[in-house]
């Protein structure tokens, strides 16, 4: 055999030796990295939608006179029409909260704009809470209370807040739902290569999203709709299984 040939045949060694190292080095290392790191890491999610049962409605009764005094008896002849208009409509007298009263003053204004330090006109205001269990009943009053302008009544009225009792419950179902989900795309990933989810080994819950039926807006800080009847409640959990 030529001297160039058997060079040739010892590089060629050399070369499929660093080779074998080098394939043994990795698959040490992969092998190393697949028992320390044995989990798979998954968001599961739930969600269901509810109907408040229980509503919040703020309206509020202002005056406005020379004098305070004159401010506050418009109230106080007022109060009585507002509820007796709420109570007409089927709101019973313990559903109806007369909040504290509040006033401020207007001061005179000069030809020029400019603003003196003499009151023109003091503006009374009167809050009155609602509660109700009957949110359909509250929902059509915040859009009819107006008609008392009629009556010389100056009304503001709040849009009503919905709740739903039965929060806590239904946010403990979900978690418990959302950790399924989250196990079953865990197993269905797994399932490619023969593997299964094991113990858990690592839980964070998300917040939750309380919108409206149709949004799909998210927070970080976490979404809390009141103001309407119907709501989506959504719930999020991330989860670190074995593998087995």
Do not use: H
């Amino acid at each position: 055999m030529c001297p160039f040939c058997e060079k040739l045949k010892e590089y060629q060694l050399t070369i499929l030796a660093v080779v074998l190292a080098l394939g043994l080095i990795v698959a040490v290392s992969v092998g190393t990295k697949n028992v320390t790191q044995r989990g798979i890491y998954m968001t599961g999610s739930a969600e269901e939608i509810v109907t408040a049962d229980s509503a919040t409605w703020s309206i509020s009764i202002n005056t406005k006179s020379p004098t305070l005094g004159g401010a506050y008896k418009q109230i106080q002849t007022q109060i009585p029409v507002v509820k007796k208009f709420l109570l007409d409509n089927g709101i019973e007298e313990k559903d109806i909260s007369v909040e504290p009263s509040s006033y401020w003053t207007s001061n005179k204004r000069l030809p020029n704009g400019n603003i003196t330090d003499d009151i023109a006109a003091y503006n009374y205001t009167q809050n009155i809470k609602v509660k109700s269990n009957d949110v359909q009943k509250i929902k059509n009053l915040s859009t009819s209370i107006e008609a008392l302008t009629e009556k010389g009544i100056l009304i503001n009225s709040q849009n009503p807040e919905y709740q739903y009792s039965k929060l806590a419950d239904l946010k403990v179902k979900l978690l418990e739902k959302a950790s399924q989900d989250a196990k079953q795309r865990a197993n269905s990933t797994l399932k490619v290569n023969g593997n299964k989810t094991g113990r858990i080994l690592s839980v964070k819950t998300g917040v939750f999203q309380i919108t409206a039926p149709d949004s799909s807006n998210v927070s970080d800080m976490g979404i809390n709709d009141s103001f309407t009847i119907e709501k989506k409640v959504t719930a999020v959990v991330n989860v670190t299984y074995e593998i087995k």
